[in-house]
């Protein structure tokens, strides 16, 4: 299928909605894809509260410019697109405001590190948000949709967060087989999401993998 374009939402479905799983998860993949453009791995996170407004978003910064392959439709000159700061709704749909994002955290200008997954991306701008405070109501009540399941890292960095609810797209183990065992790009982890967060002491629901259209088509050609 042809690459997913993203045009930036603040808000979309609550929880609970008809269909309001997949279409968060469709633009998890959205932002994949962005990654994906960018020249950096094709993952991606947005974190979204109970009444559907959009906390923050992530695509994955963690790795140097990847350029052995495009977008099997776009042409590599295309494939290193700049990140476009996501913009981001300042209230609650009952007219609750919501703390502005910090102007530090914009993703182009910080450096790239080892930590900087799409899900430790949106996780770090929707906690700066609320101060780091993990017992915060909005926080314990948002859902995190991720394009591929989190790695150790990432649920653990979730857990902290508060954040009450993950759904994700395709599994670890899938994404394993997509870019092989013993790619040096993506070294993936076999410790799955939930095996991380059954051990903490509060409940955090998972959901996946529910894979949507194009979860595995971002991946298609970019590892090899």
Known sequence: MPPKTLSPVTVGPARGDD??????????VKLAWSARR???HPFGAVVVAEDGTVLSTGENYSAPLHLSSGAPTLAKSQSQTPAVPHPLSSSLRDGTPLPPA?????????????TRHAETEAVRLASAR????PTHPV?????????AEPCA????????????????GISEERLREITGAENVENETMTVGCRIVLQGGAKKVEVVGPKVVEGCEDVHDGFWT
């Open 153 to 168: 890292m990432c649920s653990g960095a979730t857990y902290w967060s508060g954040i009450g609810r993950v759904v994700y």
């Open 139 to 147: 926080l314990r009540s948002a859902t995190m949709y991720v394009s």
């Open 38 to 40: 960018g020249g950096r």
């Open 19 to 28: 269909g309001a799983d997949e279409f968060w998860l469709d633009y998890a």
């Open 102 to 114: 910090p102007p530090l955290l914009d993703p182009a200008a910080l450096p790239r590190d080892a």
């Open 130 to 133: 609320f101060g780091g405070d």
